[in-house]
Structures are given as C-alpha cells and as structure tokens.
C-alpha cells in the first residue's frame, strides 16, 4: 500500500530564515500533490497544489517542488515568521490517481519559527 | 460565513451510544469527503460522496458508520454503538473540482 513520510519530529526553525519541510511517498504514482496548514483544534487550510507533470509552483512567500523520480516534494517557507508556526501536511490523492477519491495525507511536520 | 460548517463541535458519549454529526458544505461544491484524525496523525480519509450518490468508503469504516448525503446539500456520519477508539476529530471537507479541498472545523468526538 501507499505510504507517505513527513518529518516525524518537530522542525525549529529561526525567524528570518527558510523552512524546508519534505514530503516523501512510495508506491504510488500521484496525479497531484498538496500541501496544507493544521493549526492546533482546526481543519487543515489548503496552501498549494503541484501536479505530476509540475516541477515547482510558487505562492507568496511559499514554494513547492515535486520530484516524481525521487518521489518526494519538498516545501519551503522563505523570510519565516511566528505566525508561520503550524503543522504541515502533505496529500496526495487517492488509489485510483484519477482524483475522485479521497486525499491520503502525511503525519504532518510540527513546524515552530522562533523570533 | 460561507465556508464549511459542523456540528456539533463537540461531542462526548457514553460507549454503546449512537450519535450524528452534520457537515454543510461549501454551497457550490458538490464533492463532500469525511475524514477521521487523532492526535498526532493526519486525516484519514472515510468516505466520499458526489452530489447525493456515495461514490467510495474506506476500508477503513465498518458497519457501524454510515454517511448520508440527501438531495446533495448537507451530510450526516452516523456512529453506531460507539466505542473508545471511535474517539477522534471528524473532519468534513468539500470541493468544487478535484482539486484543493476545504475543511470544516470539526468534530471533537470523546467516547467514555
């Protein structure tokens, strides 16, 4: 079955710098991959979405690229702040790869910007 | 507020009990997905509907949840005789296309 692997353990990260947070997966070829904030006792808020044919989408201060080869997609966070401060998860979308499923997401990377 | 709403927010039960929560979508989306999460994993994904037809269910939900979605507006997620490892965040989250989709706040459900 598919697996998906975030950074497990908590990424400290000092304001003013940028946050890299990576997103592995194995045994699955994904149509398209997302990246979305948790904050603590909230549903996750969508960020980006990459698709397969994609090297690298950019949004504000955010940048995601995806390596089907290597399978993983790494997302960064540049000039990080505070309010940064979240848990990231990665998704990508179901079995079928058509879509109509559901996402199946990461664990999440606890992400903390200290000023 | 035009996003995703649930309720209740939170819910705490007896095991054996039955409860229900309701999601309300996005009004223009007709994708609706359930999703279960607990602490320190991400969302599971539990079901799917497209308008008012259930088009797939988790391996992961048994017989004693069920998901409705009349007329493809509002759904409810039915827990029947509910357990202690039936306590998690139920999350609801709708679209428009395949693509990003919206998340409600939540469910906090606690079964003692």
């Known amino acids: 079955s598919q697996k998906i692997e975030q950074n497990s353990e908590a990424l400290n990260i000092q304001e003013g710098k940028t946050a890299t947070l990576t997103c592995n997966y194995t045994n699955y070829s994904p149509a398209y991959l997302q990246w979305y904030r948790q904050d603590p006792g909230r549903g996750p808020v969508f960020l980006l979405l990459i698709r397969e044919n994609e090297k690298e989408k950019r949004k504000e201060r955010l940048k995601v690229t995806f390596d089907t080869t290597l399978k993983q997609s790494l997302f960064h966070i540049t000039a990080s702040q505070p309010a940064d401060s979240a848990t990231y998860l990665c998704a990508l979308d179901g079995d079928s790869g058509g879509g109509a499923d559901g996402l199946t997401f990461g664990k999440g990377t606890h992400l903390i910007i200290q000023p | 507020d035009t996003g995703v709403s649930q309720n209740p927010r939170h819910k705490i039960t007896k095991r054996g009990q039955n409860v229900t929560f309701r999601c309300d979508p996005i009004?223009?989306?007709?994708?609706l997905y359930w999703y279960r999460q607990t602490l320190g994993q991400g969302p599971e994904f539990l079901t799917y509907?497209?308008?008012?037809?259930?088009?797939?269910k988790s391996r992961l939900l048994s017989d004693r949840f069920s998901a409705e979605r009349p007329k493809g507006s509002f759904s409810t997620l039915e827990i029947q005789r509910t357990e202690q490892g039936d306590s998690a965040m139920y999350l609801c989250?709708?679209?428009?296309?395949?693509?990003?989709?919206?998340f409600g706040p939540g469910t906090r459900l606690t079964v003692l």
């Open positions: 989250a709708s679209s428009h296309t395949v693509s990003e989709q919206f």
């Open positions: 509907f497209q308008n008012e037809a259930q088009l797939e």
């Open positions: 009004s223009e989306h007709n994708r």
